[in-house]
């Protein structure tokens, strides 16, 4: 099975900060990631598929970066509503594998 | 607007049996393969299974696999996950998920959008 890894486990940022989150898997897959975001008592929405292709409906100010084993989420201009905990899904082969997640708090 | 609606969890004792519904809505059911990931308490988001558009291919999760059987009728637009064998450790929200390419596209890649889930709790 493929492992996806996530770093770091928490972050704190202020409104207006860039955060960068990384993603590593345990092998190459090529672009087949995708990032999501997990509000408290909600279900996960997808931001980012293909690794870097932006979900209809996701604002510009969300990007994803990477290929290979290496991506990254960039947050620019962190807004009120982006506090929540973010995870990447690998796609590149069965079973579908989920990073242990990305808790971005408020400094 | 798509929707998904899960129904069918609750308590259930170790060893039993529960089925999950997931009903679609707003899109054309039979073009879209269906997921169903969890997610336990407090912790993160585990696939569990995904069913193609024709409902002849399936995909279980390790820890699942030979214990959960994962359905779909096309002409009800529903999807369903039959669990046997139940174990402390499948205490989780069970949320449906569409996938966002549709027929004759690669499939069960992405999730969105997801259903708000429905609660299994397994314990004696």
């Known amino acids: 099975d493929i492992q996806v890894t996530q770093s770091p486990s928490s972050v704190s940022a202020s409104v207006g900060d860039r955060v960068t989150i990384t993603c590593r898997a345990s092998q190459d897959i090529s672009n087949w990631l995708a990032w999501y975001q997990q509000k408290p008592g909600k279900a996960p929405k997808l931001l980012i598929y293909a690794a870097s292709s932006l979900q209809s409906g996701v604002p510009s100010r969300f990007s994803g970066s990477g290929s290979g084993t290496d991506f990254i989420l960039t947050i620019n201009s962190l807004q009120p509503e982006d506090f929540a905990t973010y995870y990447c899904?690998?796609?590149?082969?069965?079973?579908?594998?989920f990073g242990q997640g990305t808790k971005v708090e408020i400094k | 607007e798509v929707q998904l609606m899960e129904s069918g969890g609750g308590l259930v004792q170790p060893g039993r049996s529960l089925r999950l519904s997931c009903a679609a809505y707003g899109f054309t059911f039979s073009n879209y393969a269906m997921n169903w990931v969890r997610q336990a308490p407090g912790k993160g988001l585990e696939w569990v299974s995904s069913?193609?558009?024709?409902?002849?291919?399936?995909y279980y999760g390790d820890s699942v696999k030979g214990r959960f059987t994962i359905s779909r009728d096309n002409s009800k637009n529903m999807v369903y996950l039959q669990m046997d064998s139940l174990r402390g450790e499948d205490t989780a929200l069970y949320y449906c998920a569409k996938d966002v390419w549709g027929s004759g596209r690669r499939q069960s890649n992405w999730f969105d959008p997801w259903g708000q889930g429905t609660l299994v709790t397994v314990s004696s």
């Open positions: 069913i193609s558009d024709s409902g002849r291919t399936t």
């Open positions: 899904q690998q796609a590149n082969s069965f079973p579908r594998t």
